[in-house]
């Protein structure tokens, strides 16, 4: 099962916005056993959405959007999709509803043109949004769906969670696998010399499959299982993390958020010793 993540926005081109909706959505993907393969981000292009959707759709089952279903003009998400599917777009009478009820509780005046926001294309399945005034909608292909969920961050982490996860777990049946990964930390040496030692460990398509990152002060060795129980992931990965650790002994200082000073400042705790340090000025 494998996913994309298409963030839609021209402000995010533009460095306006910082897009933490990707990370987060991928993060969300990776616990429920979802593989994402690829994201994208578009502006607001009615015609490049397409073609990034239309691609998307090839190579995915699940496609999550985010952003470009506002009321503006230039809220183009509904209109892609719709045109994709060779659908048009159809009224909800109860969203309508439901973002006239919002507005009411909230003390402003409807603007007309909120009035797009009820509109999804046909034969769509509405994702219901009390947290704003942006429903969502799912799409669904022969072997897989679009969602689109808003890009405002909180409204589209309630969704994600209240909407869209649910909905994949029953369509997908995802309890049947899940993803786990471990980060262990080296230092000492490069990223490349690091490589050159686990090589052979970090062949394309295995379980569980290991990368690196460099990073300023460390290299990260990332260990991801795929399985269908914690327990059965946690074994994948404390088999490989064991592999490592044999070839690269006393580099590896640490695992996950752990720091090396943070690690050198618990061991001097423990040896009950102090660190001085003197600023000297010479000519």
């Excluded at 298409?6 to 990776?30: C, F, K, M, Y």
């Excluded at 892609?80 to 909800?92: G, I, M």
């Excluded at 795929?226 to 640490?254: C, F, H, N, Q, V």
């Amino acid at each position: 099962m494998n996913a994309e993540i298409i963030a839609i926005g021209s402000e995010l081109l533009l460095g306006q916005i910082v897009d933490t909706n990707t990370s987060h959505i991928a993060r969300r993907l990776a616990e429920n056993g979802i593989e994402l393969v690829q994201t994208a981000t578009v502006g607001d292009n009615l015609q490049r959405i397409k073609e990034v959707l239309r691609e998307a759709i090839a190579r995915s089952n699940i496609i999550i959007t985010t952003g470009g279903i506002g009321p503006t003009e230039d809220d183009l998400t509904r209109e892609a999709v719709a045109e994709v599917f060779n659908r048009p777009l159809q009224f909800q009478p109860h969203l309508m509803e439901q973002i006239e009820a919002l507005f009411k509780k909230r003390g402003f005046r409807m603007s007309e043109n909120n009035r797009k926001q009820a509109f999804i294309p046909e034969g769509g399945i509405p994702i219901e949004n009390p947290k704003g005034t942006a429903p969502g909608f799912i799409v669904e292909y022969a072997n897989g769906a679009i969602i689109s969920i808003p890009g405002v961050p909180a409204e589209m982490e309630y969704l994600l969670e209240a909407s869209v996860l649910p909905y994949l777990r029953k369509r997908f049946e995802l309890e049947r696998q899940i993803i786990q990964y471990k980060v262990l930390r080296a230092c000492g040496l490069g990223e490349s010399a690091i490589g050159l030692q686990i090589k052979d460990l970090m062949k394309q398509n295995q379980n569980p499959s290991v990368g690196t990152l460099a990073s300023i002060g460390d290299i990260k060795i990332r260990i991801t299982a795929k399985a269908d129980s914690p327990l059965e992931a946690s074994s994948l990965i404390e088999t490989m993390e064991g592999k490592i650790r044999e070839r690269l002994g006393i580099l590896i200082y640490g695992v996950d958020e752990e720091t090396l000073h943070g690690n050198v400042t618990r061991e001097m705790e423990r040896l009950n010793i102090t660190l001085s340090v003197v600023e000297t000025f010479t000519k």
